[in-house]
């Protein structure tokens, strides 16, 4: 396939580039199953192209941590295509606590009829070939702790959005957050100050990074915060 980029990343000039997403994958996108609003994948896009564009003069090396049917790794996907970088996406796709039987988010058709557990790995795959995004994407299958303890690549881009429990999320915080290099992005999703709006644990890791005083603000959109790296 070709390889769409408007520039080495070397040349991008911040203040002029827009990003603007490839119109084919945002309709791809837009119609994945998943649970990121449009804007907000939009924004996750723009954070992937500007984590690229500090990379400078090699490619962008991102970490999607939680990808379910690939919703959030075609936007994140076209920015790594877009810029000459890779995504690795993680996920062990067995679903959240979120998503099991009998809870909120919970969906029949990723249960995989011969075991009767969740299993989105066949449709993340799908969506990858679809997006034409297998030269630039790499999945993961497996546990996001166990893959953090023996990762040792710095990251220019880390997006945390897989199990919302406690547990989960401060697991993912912990592991991946001193794996982005200084002047990377660490974006989270679901951060929701008020507590009437959504669950807590990606709130609180929000605020950890904050107050670890080695993280700034970079963009918030909806419920979408990334933050740059400053020492
Ligand atoms: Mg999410």
Request: proline content about 5%.
């Amino acid at each position: 396939m070709t390889r769409r980029t408007w520039a080495a990343a070397g040349e991008v000039d911040l203040a002029k580039q827009r990003f603007v997403m490839p119109p084919d994958l945002v309709r791809l996108a837009r119609e994945t199953k998943g649970f990121m609003p449009d804007d907000e994948g939009i924004a996750l896009y723009r954070a992937g192209c500007m984590a690229a564009a500090i990379a400078n003069d090699r490619p962008a090396v991102m970490m999607e941590i939680g990808a379910w049917c690939g919703k959030s790794t075609v936007y994140l996907g076209a920015a790594a295509m877009g810029t000459g970088g890779v995504l690795f996406s993680l996920d062990h796709h067995r679903g959240s606590e979120e998503q099991q039987h009998g809870w909120d988010h919970f969906d029949e058709e990723v249960v995989d009829p011969a075991t009767g557990r969740i299993d989105t790995l066949s449709c993340w795959r799908r969506t990858i070939e679809l997006a034409g995004l297998e030269n630039c994407v790499v999945g993961i299958v497996g546990d996001s702790p166990t893959v953090a303890r023996y990762w040792t690549t710095p990251l220019d881009m880390c997006f945390v959005d897989g199990g919302h429990s406690a547990n989960a999320a401060w697991a993912d915080f912990k592991g991946w957050e001193p794996l982005v290099r200084t002047g990377g992005l660490l974006a989270v999703h679901d951060v929701f100050p008020d507590p009437q709006d959504g669950g807590r644990p990606p709130y609180e890791i929000y605020c950890a990074a904050i107050e670890l005083g080695s993280w700034e603000d970079y963009d918030m959109v909806g419920s979408l915060r990334v933050l740059k790296r400053i020492n």
